[in-house]
Structure formats: structure tokens, C-alpha cells
């Protein structure tokens, strides 16, 4: 399995404060994803990681930002959380290479109170 | 618009027998697509992929079907166990992407004993 840690794991947050959760792969993988999973959506990508510093906007990227100042670390960033933010939040990287998987981390569970 | 489809959100199972889960999509430039299984409060685990040059890949119990003209895929596992209860998630790659994965809302599988 690939080493991918998210923190923290769990977090409450009131409306309308910064939220950055961190995403940390010990891998060397190229790729870096976001996504976040709410009942009915499946899986929903957020913004993602081609490179340290190519970062691309998801299906879902309205009031999320990114960086990745690093290969290893992939940080999200709500600016300004809200209650429909309020969501299980998954990173996954992925190496270079046609026909390969994603790993993902445990999830980060985040409410917005 | 969902691009990968699941349109059964449970299926229940006697163990021993086949569970077979199915998933439909409509983007024409998908070209591998994967099964993943998650456990409650764990990250989505890799299951199985198949290419669309290929219309079956076995790995074990698992088998995966693609019938690219009815743009349908399918994930056999047989004998079904108690211990592959879990969502199922489809999920699809297009070529020429960041390798990003566009999922499916998820099956919840239950082998009851």
C-alpha cells in the first residue's frame, strides 16, 4: 500500500473559518488528488496534482484551493468553510504510467457547524 | 450530469453465491476502468481494472466485464463471502487525462452468512 497520510483525521469547524487539511505521501507518486464523498455523489473530484506547483481545478472546486509546494505534500484549503462543506474528504496519488490505479488515504471527516 | 453510473445503491447476497454489480457510463474517451472497495471509515481499497482494448479480466474471484458498445461494465465475485460486504465504488479513466478518476455513487454490497 502506498504510505498516504491525511490530517487531521478528524475535525469540527465553524462557519465561515479557514480549513486546511494536509495530504502526505511517502511514495514519490506524481499524480495528487481531492476528493470528497457525500451520500448519492460517490466520489467527487475536487483539484489535483500533476506536479509540484501544476494543480488543476475538479468537477467540485468552488470555495476549495490547493497547493503543492512539494512532491510529497498536497494541501486543501477551504477559505471560508461552509455547512455544505461539511463532507468525508479523501486524498489518492497515483504514479506516471498508462493503465495504473489510485491510492487513497483514511479520509479526513470534516464538519462545518 | 454523471458520467459513470451506478444505479443500484444496495445488493444483498447469500454467501456462496455470485454478487454481481453493475455500472454504466457515457463518456466515449474512457478507456480503463476500475473497482474499488471501501470499508466504513477506511479510504477506497483497488479491486480490479480492465482496459477498454480488453472485454474480461480475472483476478480470482473477481472478474470484470466491459461491453464497450453498450458502454457497460460489470464486477462478478463468486463465491461471494461475508467478508466482501463493503460499498463498491466504478470508477473511469480518459485517455489523454491526469489520470483523474471519475466515480460512480457506489453499491453497497451485504453476504449475508
Known amino acids: 500500500d502506498a504510505g498516504i497520510t491525511q490530517s487531521p483525521r478528524h475535525k469540527v469547524t465553524e462557519t465561515g473559518t479557514p480549513v486546511t487539511l494536509r495530504c502526505h505521501q511517502t511514495?514519490?507518486?506524481?499524480?495528487m488528488y481531492w476528493y470528497r464523498q457525500d451520500p448519492g455523489h460517490g466520489l467527487r473530484l475536487i483539484h489535483y496534482?500533476?506536479?509540484?506547483?501544476?494543480?488543476d481545478k475538479g468537477e467540485v472546486s468552488d470555495g476549495y484551493s490547493v497547493s503543492r509546494s512539494k512532491t510529497e505534500d498536497f494541501l486543501l484549503t477551504l477559505e471560508s468553510a461552509t455547512s455544505s462543506q461539511t463532507s468525508v474528504y479523501f486524498c489518492a496519488t497515483g504514479r506516471a504510467g498508462m493503465n495504473t490505479e489510485a491510492f487513497f488515504g483514511q479520509g479526513t471527516r470534516l464538519t462545518v457547524v | 450530469d454523471q458520467q459513470v453510473k451506478q444505479n443500484s445503491p444496495s445488493l444483498s447476497v447469500q454467501e456462496g453465491r455470485i454478487s454481481i454489480l453493475n455500472c454504466d457510463y457515457t463518456?466515449?474517451?474512457?478507456?480503463?476502468f476500475l473497482w474499488y472497495k471501501k470499508y466504513p471509515a477506511e479510504g477506497p481499497t483497488f479491486l480490479i481494472s480492465i482496459s477498454s482494448i480488453k472485454d474480461k479480466n480475472e483476478d480470482g474471484r473477481f472478474t470484470v466485464f466491459l461491453n464497450k458498445s453498450a458502454k457497460h461494465l460489470s464486477l462478478h465475485i463468486v463465491p461471494s463471502q461475508p467478508g466482501d460486504s463493503a460499498v463498491y465504488f466504478c470508477?473511469?479513466?480518459?485517455?489523454?487525462?491526469?489520470?483523474?478518476?471519475?466515480f460512480g455513487s457506489g453499491t453497497q454490497l451485504t453476504v449475508l452468512p
Open positions: 463518456n466515449s474517451m474512457f478507456d480503463y
Open positions: 496534482s500533476y506536479g509540484v506547483k501544476d494543480t
Open positions: 470508477a473511469a479513466r480518459a485517455s489523454g487525462s491526469a489520470r483523474q478518476l471519475t
Open positions: 511514495e514519490n507518486h506524481r499524480y
